[in-house]
């Protein structure tokens, strides 16, 4: 585990550089933006947030370390959780974990949403385990072709609130 204590806050501009330089390849891009061109550049990120809600990131020790925000947002109903994020030497280090936590509390306290939605590649398993794992559940699968060819399945997982409640009184 990290030694140091992770902390959360919005994106700010200085930090989107930082962010760029997560996905290691245009794959790992692919999985965690699809409709951005490799390499990621600031002006990519910064195009897409009108679109996006929440921006946020996950710091340890005032670096950037993670990054996530809703990619769709629907008042009152639903919002989907997007460009999640890790810096590479920081995986497997709960980092993820966190920021997700982070963005499910957002969606069901902050925004009294009924539902979380999240999409993910059915080839990036430890993502996969880790949604399972924090009780979200997949609903549909959907084929995609990925930009080098490759058929692909993209789940959609779902997380209630009141599911969310129930985990969160039974980890208490």
Not at 104 to 116: G, K, M, S
Not at 129 to 156: F, H, N, Q
Request: aromatic content about 8%.
């Amino acid at each position: 585990m990290l030694p140091e204590r992770l902390t959360h806050r919005p994106l700010a501009d200085a930090d989107i550089p930082a962010v760029c330089g997560f996905p290691r390849t245009p794959e790992e891009l692919y999985f965690l933006f699809p409709r951005a061109v490799w390499p990621l550049t600031p002006d990519q990120v910064r195009a897409a947030l009108p679109q996006r809600r929440d921006p946020t990131v996950a710091t340890l020790g005032g670096r950037v370390v993670g990054y996530g925000n809703f990619a769709t947002f629907e008042e009152g109903r639903t919002a989907s959780l997007g460009n999640l994020s890790v810096d590479p030497d920081l995986r497997r280090h709960g980092i993820a974990a966190y920021l997700v936590g982070v963005m499910i509390e957002r969606a069901f306290v902050h925004h009294d949403l009924p539902e979380l939605t999240l999409y993910c590649f059915n080839t990036n398993t430890p993502a996969l385990l880790l949604y399972a794992k924090l009780g979200l559940v997949p609903m549909a699968l959907e084929t995609r072709v990925t930009p080098w060819g490759d058929s692909i399945g993209l789940l959609k997982l779902r997380m209630d609130r009141d599911t969310w409640r129930g985990r969160a009184v039974l980890a208490a």
